[in-house]
């Protein structure tokens, strides 16, 4: 039992728990703001050349969470034009992966991880979570591929230049299929 509880008040003192949560709620709150103004298309009309200094922090506070964050790409897509578009989503996507693979890293240290991972049965421990392939092939799949090939290559101490480059290139599909998809709405409605 006290193993249990030790557990859960390192649980509920985490620095990693306590950002989550932080994000989540910050994410409903810029979610609830943007539909209120109107959506992307009307935060571009208010804030102009300047609206991408909005649009992107919210992307990328949007992906970090569980909450879908496509839809913002598509939106870019249909407010920036397709390579415009394509780019911002790039960039906030690539960004929210750094970020999400630096809470796995705190919680590897939030959780004991290390222990954790020697622990694991064979097969976890086989994942190459490591190697390039894994990091980029795994991100396309949908909704989980992102924060599985963020947060989990973080906890597992993979080497961040590593991550860097394997994500830039990781997100590049998903960002030129969402800005499609946004300029090819805008298309079909003209």
């Known amino acids: 039992m006290l193993k249990k509880q030790s557990w859960v008040k390192r649980t509920i003192t985490s620095p990693t728990v306590y950002v989550i949560v932080l994000l989540v709620v910050l994410s409903v709150w810029l979610l609830n703001w943007m539909t209120a103004m109107g959506g992307p298309a009307a935060v571009r009309e208010a804030y102009g050349m300047r609206a991408p200094l909005v649009t992107i922090p919210v992307h990328i506070v949007v992906a970090i969470t569980p909450f879908p964050s496509d839809f913002i ?66 991100r396309q799949i949908p909704w989980l591929g992102g924060h599985l090939t963020a947060f989990v290559p973080g906890a597992a101490g993979v080497h961040l230049s590593r991550f860097v480059w394997c994500s830039a290139i990781a997100v590049i599909p998903g960002s030129i299929v969402m800005a499609a998809i946004g300029a090819g709405l805008v298309g079909l409605s003209q």
């Open 73 to 138: 790409s598509i939106a870019n897509g249909a407010v920036y034009g397709f390579y415009a578009g394509a780019a911002l989503s790039w960039f906030a996507w690539w960004i929210a992966a750094i970020l999400e693979f630096g809470l796995g890293y705190r919680a590897r240290k939030d959780f004991d991880l290390e222990l954790a991972i020697k622990n694991a049965p064979s097969w976890v421990r086989r994942v190459p979570v490591n190697h390039p392939v894994f990091l980029i092939g795994a």
